[in-house]
């Protein structure tokens, strides 16, 4: 079809490009990465036409072995965003948000009469490419090869080493919506290869703790109703005796070991809100398989306080013949309330006896569980991590969910990818030590009611607003990765570049480097939501890191 005019313009990934709006962002052309960091940037077309047509993209550079190029899908949002939001938002409205990134097949990717689309380039950088500036250029032809536009950028390699990430990062994996998107039985070969995609992919952006289903997550469920079982300990009961087999956890440790997962978190032993029940768990009792403990099981009761006095003292034993002490965490319930303090404690009493070596890590946001000693190492939500920081509680947590969306960083489809990225610095800054999330891959509508198709819907059925519950979309060959967690990737790389120069200058003049400029100090509720800065920033330290990495 003839394309009237055709126009591009070279963006950052910080960038969301909407079909129905204009490109209020300034062109970014330039960038600068060091080695074993991933870069990205976009180019935005737009065509005048008729017709949609179908053309091609091709790429000029001597990085294009290390260079990847997707197309900027959009999917659907019905809740973009709660209605007493701030100011801080794209857009509030339901409509087509950019996120998932589609591999471009043979080249081409599709263009509509009047709307703008990207195409998202990741470039993969390592020390076996010399330092230097290298030219990266994409030309857009029509179908019969007529040149409709080219766009170059130039990205500086500094030859010194990102290093390797400190942070304990988990986005919970939530393997029953895995089987059930994929429609293939729990634990059959097909979903251990599903299983072993997802984790790959989770491990490339920085997730190195994998939520480890002990039995089924006691999470997003509703009081009465059930999640499908997915429980790496088979349980046996038989003449009143408990016994465990360990092959399924086995299994599992090994290819998340195989694949560089470093930490375990093992699934909640208590229901979520409160800790009043017991998590669901199967066992076959004299030769059947039932349901032995669920919501009808009181948390504190003699049946399931006995069933522990004897699975942590062999999940234990495991633990340490499988060298894995190091390197496990253990929930009791997640987010409690204060209303919860008394029921919290009672569990929190039950096991404490048993895994007082093990460090014990737990979502909730009021000081008084972590001074009672309920909890070692509190994960207090962004928007309430104040009194912790001002208690210096040690080796600090924090997350964020749909509750976190005033003031402070979060990843929804309506909020700038500079919001996004902010958390790096925010991490760096206040010396975190781990960082939650709950939905890599919740598939569920809220409460887990029913599957839902996340292509089509992308709130968890009307329960949260649009990119709380994944960041990533299941493809019919595996996973389809989003911007917003190549932009989160890029927060966690700001994060080690910053603990680099730390390193070579001191951290207190990295937080001057910081600050500068800035009305008042960087804090998880004030900071700057500015592409230009963040990228400008983020190149200055790089600069600062090449000087005094060759000066040292």
Request: charged share 25%; with cysteine.
């Amino acid at each position: 079809m003839a394309v009237q005019k055709f126009q591009t313009r070279c963006l950052s990934s910080l960038s969301k490009v909407f079909p129905d709006g204009q490109l209020i962002d300034s062109p970014i052309q330039t960038g600068s990465a060091l080695w074993n960091e991933t870069y990205a940037f976009q180019i935005a077309y737009r065509m005048e036409g008729t017709h949609a047509a179908n053309i091609t993209v091709e790429l000029q550079s001597e990085l294009s072995g290390s260079i990847s190029m997707r197309s900027v899908g959009l999917v659907p949002s019905e809740f973009p965003i709660y209605g007493d939001h701030d100011d801080d938002v794209l857009r509030a409205t339901p409509g087509l948000y950019p996120d998932p990134l589609y591999d471009i097949k043979n080249g081409v990717v599709k263009a509509f009469p009047y709307q703008w689309r990207s195409v998202w380039l990741t470039v993969d950088l390592d020390d076996r490419i010399e330092a230097g500036v290298y030219s990266i250029e994409v030309v857009f032809k029509t179908g019969d090869g007529k040149k409709l536009a080219e766009e170059q950028f130039e990205l500086e390699v500094i030859p010194v080493e990102l290093p390797e990430q400190e942070l304990i990062h988990t986005q919970w994996f939530h393997l029953d919506c895995l089987a059930d998107q994929y429609r293939v039985p729990i634990f059959s070969e097909a979903h251990w290869g599903r299983i072993e995609q997802y984790v790959q992919t989770a491990v490339n952006h920085g997730i190195n703790m994998i939520l480890t289903p002990l039995f089924t997550p006691p999470l997003d469920t509703e009081v009465g109703s059930e999640r499908p079982t997915v429980q790496l300990v088979d349980v046996h009961k038989t003449d009143g005796e408990y016994h465990f087999s360990f092959d399924k956890l086995t299994r599992w440790i090994k290819l998340c070991r195989k694949h560089s997962v470093q930490y375990f978190e093992l699934s909640h032993l208590f229901t979520q809100w409160g800790a009043h029940h017991a998590p669901k768990i199967v066992a076959t009792v004299d030769g059947e398989e039932k349901k032995i403990f669920g919501w009808d099981t009181d948390a504190t009761g003699e049946d399931y306080k006995r069933f522990l006095s004897c699975f942590l003292p062999v999940l234990i034993a495991y633990i340490k013949e499988h060298d894995l002490e190091k390197n496990v965490y253990f929930h009791v319930s997640d987010e409690p309330t204060i209303r919860h303090l008394e029921s919290y404690e009672s569990a929190h009493d039950i096991i404490h006896h048993y895994l007082g070596e093990f460090p014990i890590i737990d979502a909730l946001s009021d000081y008084a569980f972590y001074e009672k000693g309920l909890v070692e190492k509190p994960i207090p939500a962004t928007n309430h991590i104040e009194p912790f920081l001002e208690h210096q509680v040690p080796d600090l947590w924090t997350y964020y969910c749909c509750s976190q969306y005033k003031d402070v960083s979060n990843r929804f489809f309506s909020f700038p990818s500079a919001r996004n990225r902010m958390i790096g610095m925010q991490l760096y800054k206040y010396d975190i030590k781990g960082f939650l999330q709950w939905g890599y891959n919740f598939w569920f509508s809220q409460l887990s009611r029913q599957s839902i198709d996340p292509f089509k819907n992308t709130d968890a059925g009307h329960g949260f607003p649009s990119g709380d519950a994944f960041i990533i979309y299941p493809g019919e060959e595996g996973p389809i990765e989003s911007l917003r967690m190549e932009v989160f990737y890029e927060a966690l790389q700001d994060m080690r570049a910053l603990q680099l120069l730390g390193r070579l200058i001191g951290k207190e003049r990295v937080i001057s480097i910081l600050e500068q400029g800035l009305d008042t100090a960087l804090t998880f509720k004030a900071y700057p939501i500015d592409i230009n800065w963040l990228l400008e920033k983020r190149d200055e330290i790089n600069r600062m890191i090449a000087r005094n990495y060759t000066a040292s």
